[in-house]
Structure formats: structure tokens, C-alpha cells
């Protein structure tokens, strides 16, 4: 097993080579991988022939996979495998979509925020590409965070910020939940939401990060709703500036396996082609404690 550095000059990401995720994994592998992921938030395995099957024996071995609370109407979810889901640019009826603006995908988040105990680990199996991408861009909120002065860090360590599915985005501009299969009844998940601490730290290594995304955060608890928005577009424009992002260019056979907890990503532009990702979302325990 091989761990380079996807780039120099930034604190995220790596690949892992001379792995087959489809085989058996020895304990001493799955340590490493979990090893090298908390330390550099985002992994990149290439060649991979990825079942679904293998996808999520995959993700058992780094902790409990599953979509959380999934909306009853999601037309996402793999048919057999409820742990994957299935993300395309074609519509589940085998139409291009007729909506072309951007989606919540297309901003800076990290997955299920406004849920109360969102999962700490994804990843994204490729299974058809367009060949003008999009790409995919992580940004290090644990970095971001070390990068700010220590008067200021424990100022934002007081602060808890409000997040909600359906987000703050403009509907004008944007496409936002909920998604819903054509004529499905509203179930109403478009209003789950949840407060978390605006620094959260890891639930393995306890190492503080940032936690707040473009299209989720709302507010921050006690502020003036305008004070709180401008909070929130601060520290974004200070995470994007201490250059710590990684730009994924897919390619046929990558998988991708990032700390939920201690990263933000999205896409490079809006999806204008078939493309079909298998995602999977990962819980993880506390159990089992590492160092930063």
C-alpha cells in the first residue's frame, strides 16, 4: 500500500495505491486507511471495480454505512443496496432533467448537517463520467480553523450555528429541496434541521474543525439573523483563503473516501451531462481514539 500526497502545497488529500477495495482488507490495511484519513481528510483509491456489494462491505470495515433518515421520496437510493446512493443527472423515468439550474451540490457543505448526528466519513464510487466533469473540491475546515488567531478561536468555540435541508440559498437561482419523485407528496424533510457547535470537534482524534456549510447554515444561535450571515461569509472567505483545497479531476475507476467532520466540498460546476456516482455515508463510533 502506497500513501502520496495528491498535491503539494495544500493539507489535504492523498492517494492510496496497490489496494484492491474489492478483496479482503487485513486489519493492519483498514488501520492504515483510517490512519491516513484523519490526517489528511480526503483519500483517493484509483482502479477500483467497485460492486455495490463490495462498496458497502467496504464501508462496514471504517464503521456503520448508511443513508440517514433518508426522505420517503428520494428517487436516489440503489435498489438493492439501501446503504448506496445512486447519484445521476438523469432523471428516474431515463430523462435528462428539464431544471439546469445549480443544486446545493454545486456550494460549499458537508453532508447532512442539519441532521443531529450527521455522518462523519463519505465516500464516491465512480460509475459513468462526462468527459468535461464536473470536478469535485474539498476544503480543509480543520486547517482553516488552526489558521485563525487564538482570541478569535475561542470566540467562535462559544458560538453555535442553526442548520436547515432547505438551506439559505436563493430559490430563484438555485434548485433546492425537496427532491421528490414527480406528483410525491411533500413528507416534509425539507425542514429537518439541527444545532451544532460552530467549532465541532472530531468524534476520533477530538481535533477542532470549523462546521458550517454554504447551503445548510442558516444562522448563528443568539445573533442578529444579518450579523450571523456575514459570520458565516467571514469564515468562508477565510477558509478558501489559507489555499488548503483539493480539486478532484475524476477518472474512470476512482473512488474517494473523505472526513465528513473536518471537511467541506463541492462541485466545480452544475452536472450538464450523464454522470453516475454510488455515494455511501459512514457513522463512526468513539471507541476507538487516535491522535491528531
Known sequence: MRLTPCSSGTTIGAEIGDLDLSGELSDADV?????????????????????????????RRLGKPGAPEPSAGLVSHHGSYPEIQRLSFIRSDGRPPTDRRPSQADSWHTDYAYLPKPPALAMLAAVELPADGPDTLYLDMRAAYAALPPVRRAELERLHARHIQKGPLDPAIYQLPPYRRDGAPDDGSAERNAVHPLVRRHPVTDVPALYLAECYTVGIEGMASADGRALIAELYRHAK???SIYRHQWQPGDCLLWDNTACNHRRSKPMDAPRVMHRVTIALDQSSRTSG
Open 31 to 59: 488501520s492504515a486507511i483510517r490512519e491516513a484519513l484523519f490526517r489528511h481528510h480526503v483519500l483517493l483509491f484509483r482502479d477500483q471495480v467497485l460492486t455495490p456489494e463490495a462498496q458497502v462491505r467496504f464501508a
Open 241 to 243: 483563503a489559507t489555499g
